[in-house]
């Protein structure tokens, strides 16, 4: 008896096999759908430019096939050339664009493609050429990628004649011959590096070139502190020289600025011979001398005397005969005054130190001196090159032997910073096109209304002597060495010698 069933309901093979049926159409079988998917998945890494091509040749096989239309068996040779002569010469007016597309055609062409849509079954993707889509590929087996890979990536940096030179002598050891050319493993190398760069750069050139070229930087927002919460500590040779004060010599003096991260403003800074840890010291000294109160962070370079023991030392030891723990570092004894720590910038890493920016401001203040040197071996100015008599001549006549001392770069330091603060700063979202001591006044006037700002707050005398040195000496005989100095106290007289020490502060530099 039969029966009606839902077509919904019947499974999706069922319902297609019937619709097939019903548009009589013939049951695909393994073999069809194989044609076809390698169809579908001939079309997906067909080159656009090979499609475009494609579409040409059909527009023209169109006309060509209403061309020979009606021709018989012994005039066909005949209407195909006589259609290629009319293609040629563009006289075929609806196809002159195909005409500048493909250039002269002959009928062995046209036939060639007739028959290449045949197989198609009529698809004109059928038409599209086959070079071109494997362009950039080339025949490396696996075995001689890893051997060219192993020496692609050496911390050496070898050039590409030696690694494929290194890796034919490698396998033929092995006993497999490389059989591909030169340019062939050339090409391979370029498109692997090109694909991996990452990967490349690193090995040959270090993490610093990997983090410079590929990993996105860090966006700091100036938003979220204020003047003081972070003050950036950093040492600069200077490109002109100066009289060093301690051997009355010229010399190339250093400079450690302390900058406001805020509103990269120069707050404190110092000259020395080197970067050392007094210099530093009465850098950041007059840093907070300058701010008015502690602040919350230092941010230093990552050079030694910024990891001197002076600032950063831990040492939980018993208390002294003043009653306080000897061997603090400068930060820990901040902290009572609201300091909440330091950091210390990546190595060879300028980007995230932004008083590096300002030392590139710097080198107009530096051109300005009449000693100036130049800031690269590549820029130095003409005095300071070979074989240069005239300008050596010219330079001694204008500037003699006078040498600039401290006192007098200091004070012209000074009148660039005044000149410095009141620039325009970039137009970037934060700053705006406003100057330095707007943003300094602005964030200050916050910082001075904000809770707890009291706190901060430290004296002339109270400053002197947290920022004094520690040691610890031994009582010989009543007194203590140093600096080559014998130093009395009666507090000393009554201690055997050598078992008693005592620690002595002392102040690293004198205002």
């Not at 069922?14 to 049951?27: T, Y």
């Amino acid at each position: 008896r039969p029966y009606q069933i839902n077509f919904t309901a019947l499974p999706d093979v069922v319902r297609d096999s019937v619709l097939r049926q019903m548009r009589g159409e013939k049951e695909l079988t393994e073999e069809d759908r194989a044609r076809r998917s390698a169809a579908f998945q001939a079309r997906t890494e067909t080159p656009a430019h090979n499609v475009e091509k494609a579409y040409v040749r059909n527009s023209i096989l169109k006309v060509y096939r209403e061309f020979l239309c009606g021709a018989g068996r012994g005039e066909l040779l005949a209407r195909k050339q006589e259609f290629c002569d009319r293609f040629n010469r563009g006289w075929i007016t609806e196809l002159l664009e195909e005409r500048e597309a493909v250039g002269s055609l002959s009928w062995k062409t046209l036939d060639t493609w007739q028959k290449m849509l045949d197989q198609a079954e009529g698809d004109s993707w059928g038409l599209a050429p086959k070079y071109g889509t494997s362009r950039g590929l080339v025949a490396v087996s696996e075995f001689e990628a890893q051997a060219l890979l192993k020496h692609a990536i050496n911390p050496n940096g070898l050039p590409y004649a030696t690694i494929i030179s290194e890796a034919r002598k490698e396998l033929r050891r092995a006993g497999y011959e490389m059989r591909l050319s030169d340019a062939t493993y050339q090409r391979w190398l370029k498109r692997h590096g090109t694909d991996n760069g990452y990967l490349h750069d690193m090995m040959r050139h270090g993490e610093k070139a990997l983090n410079d070229l590929y990993i996105p930087p860090i966006r700091r927002d100036l938003d979220k502190i204020e003047v003081g919460d972070i003050l950036v500590a950093d040492g600069h040779t200077l490109n002109f020289t100066m009289l060093d004060p301690l051997t009355n010599r010229a010399k190339r003096m250093t400079l450690v600025v302390v900058f406001d991260f805020k509103s990269s403003m120069p707050v404190g800074v110092e000259f020395s011979a080197t970067e050392n840890t007094a210099a530093i010291a009465s850098a950041y000294r007059r840093a907070i001398k300058n701010l008015g109160f502690v602040p919350a962070m230092f941010y230093t370079d990552n050079g030694r005397a910024f990891k001197s023991g002076f600032f950063t030392k831990k040492v939980d030891m018993p208390r002294n005969i003043m009653g306080e723990k000897a061997f603090t570092g400068l930060f820990d004894r901040l902290k009572p005054y609201g300091f909440k720590g330091h950091r210390n910038a990546l190595p060879y890493h300028g980007q995230s130190k932004p008083v590096e920016r300002f030392f590139g401001s710097m080198e107009e203040f530096s051109r300005r001196m009449p000693t100036y040197l130049g800031n690269s071996i590549d820029n130095r100015v003409a005095s300071e090159r070979r074989n240069e008599k005239f300008a050596r001549e010219l330079r001694e006549r204008w500037i003699g032997g006078a040498q600039p001392d401290i006192r007098s770069v200091y004070a012209m330091l000074v009148d660039w910073f005044a000149e410095y603060a009141h620039r325009p700063m970039s137009s970037s979202a934060f700053y705006a096109g406003r100057k330095p001591i707007e943003v300094f006044t602005e964030s200050m006037e916050r910082v001075r209304s904000a809770p707890g700002f009291s706190g901060r707050i430290i004296d002339d005398l109270e400053l002197r002597y947290l920022m004094m040195a520690e040691a610890i000496r031994t009582i010989r005989n009543g007194k203590v060495r140093m600096f080559n100095r014998e130093y009395y106290a009666d507090e000393l007289v009554g201690y055997r010698p050598g078992e008693k020490s005592v620690v002595v502060r002392y102040d690293l530099f004198d205002e």
